[in-house]
């Protein structure tokens, strides 16, 4: 009792203290979309009494996606809804979210107890599994497009869905976890305090064995892919525990611990890429140097790189694909300074003009009409080397002329890869735009519509 009354009290100051880092409140408002967050009851069998919220976006796709997105201690649905960035790309991609919240209300997810960490075995998981059910149900939810998301307490239970239900979900973002079965204590929320200070190491094989053997015992089929988060600075859950999540998630997906690929797609942030002989990536690991326990940021990349990572970006749910492509870090608007095939685009002050109103097509060109012709966004003589021009051209559906809009923000060309950058950092009116090295920088972030 006494180590509960001690977790709760610190958890309870880490919400505060997060709170006022990233702007965040338990008390946040409601978003002010049309649609609107709804408990639901009488979801189905739910032995511990958990609370369930669904998001349904106004946009909703036919046959949606499903994201089941938990908590950490101390938090509830309602406050991840408000305080993570998850609905609002449920908005623009379409999919449900479903926010389930513990009981007694902010306490830990079960992830200490045998029953919980067997499928089917009892606890949290099985009314988890039950709103999933209600939502395919009852809103026509995609049984086989369903993924999970968590934080903290909501990261590690995210780890025991993925080994519990592993013919369910089809991928999983772990933020701030502990690999699946390491907080195990035999008793119902428990606090595993050498777990928690990353004290505990296996190697890959003890790891994967304990998700083949306790999560779903006998199971051969196909498993979920992996995303998981952990800041290096975080004082709750060490961030030695990322590494022990990539040797579980990377023995039982059966890929090498040795990087496909290390990038930093923005500053501070190290990602590492493990990929199968078909270079699918099956588990993607971010450590974000000085990050403490707080992760998603909201109002960052975070959460999108997340439902990038699983797939729900896949395509718009609508609307959006014609408007202003503003430059994020500017706050101005990309622009054909003469409807001249051949021209370098710009930025300059938003003002609705025609020849600030770009469509994105499905071949995924991006399209201005302006002076009585259509010109396409071309990367000019089919560069691919950082520093290209970023013109326009006459369509001709050359791979030059296609493009990526991506859940980052950012504007890839399909043929160099390369993002669409705002030269030089610069943000005053007329400063070209080119191709160059992705680096996560704000010059080259953009949003459509």
């Given at each position: 009792?006494?180590?509960?009354?001690?977790?709760?009290?610190?958890?309870?100051?880490?919400?505060?203290?997060?709170?006022?880092?990233?702007?965040?409140?338990?008390?946040?408002?409601?978003?002010?979309?049309?649609?609107?967050?709804?408990?639901?009851?009488?979801?189905?069998?739910?032995?511990?009494?958990?609370?369930?919220?669904?998001?349904?976006?106004?946009?909703?796709?036919?046959?949606?996606?499903?994201?089941?997105?938990?908590?950490?201690?101390?938090?509830?649905?309602?406050?991840?809804y408000s305080s993570t960035d998850f609905a609002s790309l449920a908005d623009r991609y379409g999919f449900l979210v479903i926010y389930p919240s513990t009981n007694p209300g902010g306490s830990c997810w079960d992830v200490s107890s045998d029953q919980a960490l067997t499928?089917?075995?009892?606890?949290?998981?099985?009314?988890?599994?039950?709103?999933?059910?209600?939502?395919?149900?009852?809103?026509?939810?995609?049984?086989?497009?369903?993924?999970?998301?968590?934080?903290?307490?909501?990261?590690?239970?995210?780890?025991?869905?993925?080994?519990?239900?592993?013919?369910?979900?089809?991928?999983?973002?772990?933020?701030?976890?502990?690999?699946?079965?390491?907080?195990?204590?035999?008793?119902?929320?428990?606090?595993?305090?050498?777990?928690?200070?990353?004290?505990?190491?296996?190697?890959?094989?003890?790891?994967?064995?304990?998700?083949?053997?306790?999560?779903?015992?006998?199971?051969?089929?196909?498993?979920?892919?992996?995303?998981?988060?952990?800041?290096?600075?975080?004082?709750?859950?060490?961030?030695?525990?990322?590494?022990?999540?990539?040797?579980?998630?990377?023995?039982?997906?059966?890929?090498?611990?040795?990087?496909?690929?290390?990038?930093?797609?923005?500053?501070?942030?190290?990602?590492?890429?493990?990929?199968?002989?078909?270079?699918?990536?099956?588990?993607?690991?971010?450590?974000?140097?000085?990050?403490?326990?707080?992760?998603?940021?909201?109002?960052?990349?975070?959460?999108?790189?997340?439902?990038?990572?699983?797939?729900?970006?896949?395509?718009?749910?609508?609307?959006?694909?014609?408007?202003?492509?503003?430059?994020?870090?500017?706050?101005?608007?990309?622009?054909?300074?003469?409807?001249?095939?051949?021209?370098?685009?710009?930025?300059?002050?938003?003002?609705?003009?025609?020849?600030?109103?770009?469509?994105?097509?499905?071949?995924?060109?991006?399209?201005?009409?302006?002076?009585?012709?259509?010109?396409?966004?071309?990367?000019?003589?089919?560069?691919?080397?950082?520093?290209?021009?970023?013109?326009?051209?006459?369509?001709?559906?050359?791979?030059?002329?296609?493009?990526?809009?991506?859940?980052?923000?950012?504007?890839?060309?399909?043929?160099?890869?390369?993002?669409?950058?705002?030269?030089?950092?610069?943000?005053?009116?007329?400063?070209?735009?080119?191709?160059?090295?992705?680096?996560?920088?704000?010059?080259?972030?953009?949003?459509?519509?």
């Amino acid at each position: 009792m006494f180590r509960s009354r001690s977790l709760t009290s610190r958890l309870l100051g880490l919400v505060a203290a997060v709170g006022l880092a990233v702007g965040l409140s338990v008390q946040a408002a409601p978003r002010a979309d049309a649609a609107s967050l709804t408990q639901v009851t009488g979801f189905g069998p739910n032995p511990t009494g958990l609370l369930m919220h669904l998001y349904v976006p106004s946009s909703v796709k036919p046959n949606p996606p499903i994201l089941l997105a938990l908590h950490g201690c101390q938090g509830s649905g309602p406050y991840l809804y408000s305080s993570t960035d998850f609905a609002s790309l449920a908005d623009r991609y379409g999919f449900l979210v479903i926010y389930p919240s513990t009981n007694p209300g902010g306490s830990c997810w079960d992830v200490s107890s045998d029953q919980a960490l067997t499928r089917d075995g009892g606890s949290d998981p099985v009314g988890l599994m039950s709103m999933i059910t209600y939502a395919e149900q009852h809103h026509g939810g995609n049984a086989g497009a369903v993924y999970v998301t968590g934080q903290s307490s909501g990261a590690m239970m995210t780890n025991v869905m993925l080994a519990d239900y592993p013919d369910v979900f089809k991928a999983g973002a772990a933020f701030m976890g502990v690999p699946y079965h390491c907080f195990h204590t035999g008793s119902v929320r428990d606090w595993n305090a050498p777990c928690a200070q990353g004290q505990v190491s296996r190697t890959p094989q003890q790891w994967g064995g304990l998700v083949r053997t306790t999560g779903y015992p006998g199971y051969t089929g196909p498993r979920p892919r992996v995303q998981l988060w952990h800041g290096t600075a975080d004082t709750v859950l060490s961030h030695n525990n990322l590494g022990e999540e990539i040797k579980q998630w990377t023995d039982v997906l059966g890929v090498s611990r040795t990087p496909s690929a290390t990038d930093t797609p923005a500053g501070n942030w190290t990602r590492t890429r493990y990929d199968d002989n078909a270079r699918t990536t099956q588990v993607e690991a971010y450590s974000l140097a000085g990050f403490g326990h707080q992760l998603p940021v909201q109002g960052t990349a975070m959460a999108a790189q997340a439902i990038h990572f699983m797939g729900l970006d896949s395509g718009s749910s609508g609307g959006g694909t014609t408007g202003a492509l503003r430059a994020v870090d500017a706050g101005k608007c990309l622009t054909d300074p003469s409807t001249t095939p051949g021209a370098q685009q710009r930025i300059s002050t938003c003002n609705g003009g025609a020849n600030q109103t770009w469509t994105r097509t499905p071949s995924k060109q991006l399209t201005v009409t302006a002076g009585g012709s259509t010109l396409c966004l071309d990367a000019d003589a089919h560069g691919t080397s950082p520093g290209t021009k970023a013109i326009v051209w006459s369509c001709n559906g050359q791979a030059n002329q296609q493009w990526q809009l991506n859940a980052d923000g950012t504007v890839t060309g399909v043929r160099s890869g390369l993002c669409l950058d705002v030269a030089g950092l610069g943000t005053a009116d007329g400063t070209p735009v080119q191709l160059w090295t992705c680096s996560g920088g704000r010059n080259q972030q953009w949003t459509l519509g």
